[in-house]
DNA sequence: TATGAATGAGATTTCATTCAT
DNA sequence: CATGAATGAAATCTCATTCAT
C-alpha cells in the first residue's frame, strides 16, 4: 500500500528516497575484501539476470538461463540469493535506485523564476532519457519485469513512482512559495500527471528505434506542455 | 513494435481502432444461433477469467480456477479457446475496445474553440475515469495482467495505446487548424503525453480508496495542465 | 508424544485403536462411484508405494518409481495425495491398521486360566508372524520406512506400539481378576516387554529364510518364557 | 543377511564381538603422533556428528552442520572420512562397541545357580540403562540414525544384536550345563527374545521423561519375567 | 457437448563432493 | 592442512493441455 503522500516542502528527498527504494542496496565496509567479493557477486548476477529478466520476462527466465548467461552452474547463483525472487528484488532496487536518483540529484529549491525550474525539467527528462538509453534493461526491468512477480513487487515500483513525485511535488511548493508558479495547482496530483507524462517519454524513448532523438523530442515536448500549455497565445 | 504513427487529422478514428485493437475474432453471424451460442459462452468464460486474471494475475490463474469460478468443468473452456493465452487476449481486446470507445466516441472535429475542447477534454477524462471505477478488473487486465502474458500481448496495450494517441492527435490538428491551439506543438508526443498524463490518473483512480472523487480531482488536474500550464499569469 | 498409559482394564480395545492408528483409512459410502473410484485409485497407489519404499526405503524412493511401478504418469500421483509425505502416511497407517487388528481381534476377557490365555497368546503371537509372511512389505514399512519418514511418523509407529502394549496390558489385568497371573507383575512394563519379544520375533519372521517355520518356533519361544520362564524346574 | 548363529559356548565374546561390530577402520598405532592426531580429529567429528544426526537424523543432517558445530570448515570433514555415509558408520560403529561392550564385559561362565545369574542380568540390564541416559544420542544412532542411512547399516545393527543375542546364549548354555535352568530351551530365539524385551526397555528408557527410574523398573520388569513367568504361583 | 482423469514437460531448489587457494 | 566457493545431479511438485467417456 502506498500510503506517502504530499511531503512536506523542502525536506531533504534523497534521503527519504533511499528509504523507499529498498533495503536490498548494501555496501558493506570497503575493506572487507570477504563481504566485498560477496557483493560483487552478486552485481555480477543481477547483471546477467537483468539482461534475461528483460529478454524472457520474469516467470520465463529460469535461473538456469541466468546462470549460464553470466558462466557460472546454477547452484552458484543460489549461494549468493535465497532463491529466484530476491534476484528480481534485487535487481529491482538497484534500478529503481539509479532512476530516481536522476530526480533526486537536483536540490528542489535551487529554482528562483520560472525559467531556471524549466531548465532544470528539461535536466531531469533528459537525464532520465539518457538513462534508458545507457542502460535499456533498467527500462525493462521497471516497466514490464517487476509487474511480472507479484503485487508486493508492483507495490515497489508503484512507491518509487510515489517517491518521484513526491519530490516533484517539493519543486511545485518551491515555484509557488516563490511566486513563479500556479498556487492553485493541485500539487500533487499535477507532480504525479508530470511524472506520468515523463515515465510515459521514458518507455517511449525505451522502446524507440532512435532513442537519442526521442529523448531530445520528449524533454521539449514535456517542458512546452507544462510550462506554455497547448492554447495558442 | 509500434508501427502505426501520425494518422491523417479528419479520418474516421472509430473504424481503425476497430483494426488496431487486435483480432477480436468475433464471429458477429446475428441469426446463427449456434454461433451466437458459441458467442455468448465465450463472453461467459471471458467474464469469469478477467476477475480471476485481475485477482491472481496471467501466471497464477489456473484455467481450473477460472472454470470453477463460471461453475464449469475446466475442460469445457478448451471448447471455446484455443488456450490459456487466447482467454487473455480476448479478456484484453475486450477491455481495450472499452477503454478506446471512450475516446473514440467524442468526434474530434467538434470542438470550435478552447473552451469547448476544455469541455471535450473533462468529458473524455471522466468517462475513462467513471469505466475504471464500473469494471475495476478492467483496469487490472489493461495495466497489470497484459504485461504478464508475453511482450507480443504488451505491444498490443501499447498499439491500443498509440490508437487513443492518434485519435487525441487529431483533437489537436482540429484545433490548431481552427486557430485555438498552439501551432507549434509537436502533435503526437503531446498528444502521447496527454494520453500518458490521463491514463496515470486513470491508473490512480483504479487504485484509489475513493475512485469517485480521485476521478474528479484528475479531471481537473489534467485539464488545468493542459490549457493552463503551471505557470503563475 | 506418546501420552496414553496404563490402559482401564475392560474397555473396548478395537476402537480405540482405530483413532490411534490414524485418521487417513477412509472408507466412504459404499455406493457413490466417483469416491469409489478414488478410494481404489489411492489403494493401487499405495499398493505401488510399499513395494518401492520397502526396496528402496522412503528417501531413495521417487514418486517416479512409485508412478512407473504402477505405470501411470507421475502427475497422476499428485491428483490422489498431496505430496510424498502424504503417501507414506496412507501406507503406514493402513500397515499398522492390520498389525494391530491382528491382536484387538481377541477380545481381553475371554481367558480364565493360564492354560486359556498361553493359547490366545499363541494364536496372536502365529497370526502376527501370518501376517508377516503374507505381506512381508508391511513388516519393511512398520520397522524400516516409517523411521526414515519424520520422528512424527515415527511416533505414530510408537504411539501403535504403545496401543497393542494396553492392549496387552489389559490381557494381564484380565489374568489377575481371574488369580491366574502374578499380581506383582508391573503391567504396562511386562506387557511392553511382551510386545517387544513379539516384535522381535515379528522382525526375524519377516527377515528369516524360511518365515514359516521361523514363526512356529518364535511362538513356542515366546509362550514358554512368558509361562514358564527360562528357570529348571 | 543374517548369518552368524548358535555359537560355540565357552568361547570368548569380546574379541569376536569386535570383528563382529563391523569395520571399525581404527588404525592404532600407538606410536605415530600423525595416525594419532588423525585419530583424534576423527572422534572429534564424529562426537559432533552424533549430536547433529541425532537431532536431524541422517538425511537431514548437512556436512555444513556437522562441520559448524565442531567450528571447522566443511571441507575439512572430507580429508578425515570418505564421505557422509563414511561418517555415520564410524560414528554407529562406535556406539555399537559401546552398547555390546556392557554385555560382553560379563563372563559369561561366572554364574553358579540361578540366583547369581539373575544379579548378573540385572547388572546387564542397568549398565545398558545406564550408557542410554549417559550418553542419549548413542540410543538415538543406534535405534534410529543408522535406520536411516541404507540397508547395508541396517544389517549392521542387525548383526551387532545378533552378536548380543549370541552371548546372551552363552550364558544360557552356561545355565543348562550347571543345571539351574531349563534345558528345554531353544536358546537362540530365547536370547534373542531375552534381547528383544532388554533393548525395547532401552529404547523406552531412551525416550523417557526420567530415565533414571524408567531404568530401576524395566531392570526389575525383565528380570522378574525371565525368572519368575508371568504366572501367579 | 461437457467433463475431468491422466499426463509429462519443465522449473526451482538442496547439498554432497571437489579442488584451487 | 584447512577452507569454502563452485558445481550439477537429482527430486519434488504444478498445471496447461489432451482425449475417452
Known amino acids: 500500500m502506498v500510503t506517502a503522500h504530499h511531503a512536506t516542502p523542502g525536506a531533504s528527498a534523497a534521503i527519504r528516497l533511499d528509504a523507499l527504494t529498498g533495503s536490498t542496496a548494501k555496501k558493506p565496509a570497503r575493506r572487507l575484501s570477504a563481504a566485498e567479493l560477496t557483493e560483487s557477486r552478486r552485481e555480477e548476477i543481477a547483471d546477467a539476470a537483468i539482461k534475461v529478466f528483460a529478454l524472457h520476462g520474469y516467470r520465463d527466465a529460469s535461473i538456469a538461463q541466468i546462470a549460464s548467461q553470466m558462466g557460472a552452474g546454477h547452484g552458484t547463483i543460489y549461494r549468493y540469493f535465497e532463491n529466484k525472487r530476491a534476484i528480481a528484488e534485487y535487481v529491482l532496487n538497484r534500478s529503481l535506485l539509479k532512476l530516481t536518483s536522476v530526480v533526486t540529484d537536483e536540490p528542489p529549491e535551487a529554482s528562483n523564476n520560472a525559467a531556471e525550474y ?13 538513462l534508458m538509453i545507457a542502460e535499456p534493461e533498467l527500462g525493462s526491468v521497471v516497466f514490464f519485469v517487476a509487474g511480472q512477480v507479484d503485487s508486493e513487487m508492483r507495490e515497489q515500483v508503484q512507491g518509487a513512482f510515489d ?7 517539493m519543486y511545485l511548493h518551491n515555484g509557488i512559495k516563490k511566486d513563479f508558479l500556479d498556487p492553485s495547482l493541485d500539487t500533487f496530483r499535477t507532480a504525479a500527471a508530470i511524472v506520468g507524462m515523463i515515465f510515459e517519454g521514458a518507455r517511449r524513448v525505451h522502446l524507440a528505434d532512435n532513442p537519442r532523438a526521442e529523448g ?7 517542458t512546452h506542455l507544462m510550462f506554455d500549455g497547448i492554447v495558442a497565445r
Open 118 to 130: 524549466r531548465a532544470q525539467v528539461e535536466r531531469i527528462g533528459r537525464g532520465l532519457y539518457d
Open 163 to 169: 517517491a518521484v513525485a513526491q519530490v516533484t511535488e
Open 216 to 222: 531530445e523530442s520528449w524533454s521539449a515536448t514535456v
